[in-house]
T-cell receptor
Framework: DGGITQSPKYLFRKEGQNVTLSCEQN?????MYWYRQDPGQGLRLIYY???????QKGDIAEGYSVSREKKESFPLTVTSAQKNPTAFYLC??????????????FGPGTRLTVL | QQQVKQSPQSLIVQKGGIPIINCAYE??????FPWYQQFPGKGPALLIA?????SEKKEGRFTISFNKSAKQFSLHIMDSQPGDSATYFC????????????FGQGTTLQVKP
């Protein structure tokens, strides 16, 4: 059963804490992405990775960090420096351009709430 | 130049109606235009996508119309059903190995029975 999994589904964080959101894919995709979604807004890119051990900042990377030690995994850490972290976080992956174009497949999301 | 502008923000139609959602872009390098459907609390799912070498693409009840000279594209949902009630996002990207998608702001569609 191929796909993208994110955990946890819901996450509560106290102010000043770092939290890590998990994203795993078994689609054998090289590229992975993290987006943030706020009510009434589109998806905004936080970080992306095209290959293991390499990643680039997206449009709103401040207060976030990532790692890409394995092809299957792309965890996102929301640090205490992120001023407004309450949001819905979505992870996506993309296969080789030759087969599926630029299609990105999304996980089910993690809803983070700061208490 | 990287923005994708989507309208309307929300839309209410009766069952059987044909909702139309519009998107406009500036960057002429964009060459891939997908539409995603998202239900509350779920991740977006690809609905249909088009490349600029065609002006229209149909998949079931969903049609994308593409106007390259106007830099606009739109989603039409034929014979809309209450189950189509969701948020729809357009997006755009250009060829290259980053695959970054630029998303519109989203349209919340409600189809009344």
């Amino acid at each position: 059963d191929g796909g993208i999994t994110q955990s946890p589904k819901y996450l509560f964080r106290k102010e000043g804490q770092n939290v890590t959101l998990s994203c795993e894919q078994n689609l054998n995709h090289d590229a992975m992405y993290w987006y943030r979604q706020d009510p009434g807004q589109g998806l905004r890119l936080i970080y992306y990775s095209q290959i293991v051990n390499d990643f680039q900042k997206g449009d709103i990377a401040e207060g976030y960090s990532v790692s890409r030690e394995k092809k299957e995994s792309f965890p996102l850490t929301v640090t205490s420096a992120q001023k407004n972290p309450t949001a819905f976080y979505l992870c996506a992956s993309r296969g080789p351009s030759g087969r599926t174009g630029n299609e990105q497949f999304f996980g089910p999301g993690t809803r983070l709430t700061v208490l | 130049q990287q923005q994708v502008k989507q309208s309307p923000q929300s839309l209410i139609v009766q069952k059987g109606g044909i909702p139309i959602i519009n998107c406009a872009y500036e960057n002429t390098a964009f060459d891939y235009f997908p539409w995603y459907q998202q239900f509350p609390g779920k991740g977006p799912a690809l609905l249909i996508a088009i490349r600029p070498d065609v002006s229209e693409k149909k998949e079931g009840r969903f049609t994308i119309s593409f106007n390259k000279s106007a830099k606009q594209f739109s989603l039409h949902i034929m014979d809309s059903q209450p189950g189509d009630s969701a948020t729809y996002f357009c997006a755009a990207s250009h060829s290259g190995n980053t695959g970054k998608l630029i998303f519109g702001q989203g349209t919340t569609l409600q189809v009344k029975p």
